[in-house]
């Protein structure tokens, strides 16, 4: 009875192609080796990136209408207004499909955790960020205890920012990083991006939407203070969409690149040659101010970049004492800057620090250690732990 086929189906309510549209493409794949079946339900809407790669690789998916909690105040008002009818036809799908366990991905996806529990479903709740407007945690809190069952944090980070919002007993949550594939993300496989390689002089890179929290004012800051810093020829490349609710901040950006005389930054815009890009990087940043993860610290790492980051989600318990990254500061631009220019005038430190982060992304963060944890999790859900820990 133990070998039976676990049934999972996870839902997302937010369609645009990132981070956790990836994890769940890494998952469904890697799961069915444990003997557990993924669908995926997603919106219809700005998602046709996602439903294409679940079709490549033969994971079943259902694109239905469905709204989130956002700033955009058009689709804040159809997630209250169709808050029902959308927790009914989630609660259609549940019960057609007849899953062991209902996942949610994100703090903010209320309707499935609510239609799990209507439905006398398992859920396992995904909560995958280290900060949330007040309101919506409020919201968490009163739907966690009401609805919730289990929890997975991206990080130890996300486990203690969660914890005093979450139900008594539940606040040592199962940690399981964000998950990479090494495979796909290995330097010895991918060509370069030939837009970076067109510069002759060493290339940083960084890659994230152009948004607040993703630090793009520290980023520019930084450029700068490289720039008085070191006669070394270097350029910086931007990778990540420019979203049409961040033009005021693209343009702030701009003047002040101008202010500075920053000539040497490229506002790539949003790619999907992601691999390619890492490849090209001489020296990979991170500038969030707030992160889980962050994966593409991660994938940085699995391409052998040497990688210097803020001090965001679990990034300082892979990179040790400077062995296999540099960690600085949150919004610490005079510090990043002396830790770039370091890095580009000392070779040999570079390809010290990208081999080394490549063996801990192996090791860590590879897709087959985020499998095995989420089926761990699941099957500990179904049967006795001690069962459970012996059969997988």
């Not at 594939?181 to 994230?208: H, M, R, W």
Request: hydrophobic share 40%.
């Amino acid at each position: 009875m133990f070998d039976k086929t676990i049934k999972v189906l996870t839902i997302i309510a937010e369609g645009r192609f990132g981070g956790p549209q990836r994890q769940i493409l890494e998952l469904a794949k890697g799961l069915k080796e444990h003997k557990i079946e993924t669908m995926v339900v997603c919106p219809n809407y700005d998602s046709t990136r996602f439903q294409n790669l679940l079709k490549e690789q033969n994971t079943p998916f259902k694109a239905i209408r469905i709204h989130r909690i956002t700033k955009d105040i058009g689709h804040l008002l159809k997630f209250i207004i169709l808050f029902i009818p959308e927790l009914l036809h989630l609660m259609r799908i549940i019960k057609e499909y007849k899953p062991d366990i209902v996942h949610c991905n994100g703090a903010w996806q209320i309707k499935g955790i609510i239609a799990a529990k209507l439905t006398k479903t398992r859920s396992y709740w995904y909560l995958n960020d280290t900060y949330m407007p007040g309101y919506i945690l409020w919201l968490f809190r009163i739907i966690s205890k009401l609805f919730g069952d289990e929890y997975i944090g991206s990080s130890i980070r996300t486990q203690q920012f969660y914890a005093p919002h979450l139900p008594k007993g539940k606040e040592d949550m199962t940690i399981v990083l964000p998950p990479v594939n090494t495979d796909q993300f290995n330097p010895e496989t991918n060509d370069t991006c030939s837009d970076i390689e067109a510069y002759e002089g060493l290339k940083v890179v960084t890659v994230a939407n152009v948004n607040p929290i993703k630090g793009y004012e520290m980023f520019v800051e930084m450029v700068a203070k490289v720039n008085a810093s070191t006669k070394i020829p270097c350029k910086f490349f931007a990778a990540g969409k420019k979203l049409d609710n961040q033009q005021k901040l693209l343009l702030k950006l701009n003047n002040r690149m101008k202010e500075l005389n920053i000539d040497n930054v490229e506002l790539m815009g949003g790619r999907v040659d992601v691999t390619n890009i890492l490849k090209s990087a001489d020296v990979f940043v991170c500038c969030s101010l707030s992160e889980s993860g962050p994966m593409v610290v991660f994938e940085a790492m699995s391409m052998e970049n040497p990688v210097v980051s803020t001090d965001v989600g679990d990034v300082a318990t892979l990179f040790g004492n400077k062995e296999n990254g540099i960690i600085v500061p949150v919004n610490d631009a005079d510090q990043m800057a002396k830790e770039v220019v370091m890095l580009l005038e000392d070779e040999a430190k570079r390809l010290q620090l990208g081999k080394n982060a490549r063996k801990v992304a192996i090791n860590v963060v590879d897709t087959a250690c985020c499998v095995r944890a989420h089926a761990n999790a699941y099957r500990n859900t179904i049967y006795p732990k001690a069962i459970a820990t012996s059969i997988i």
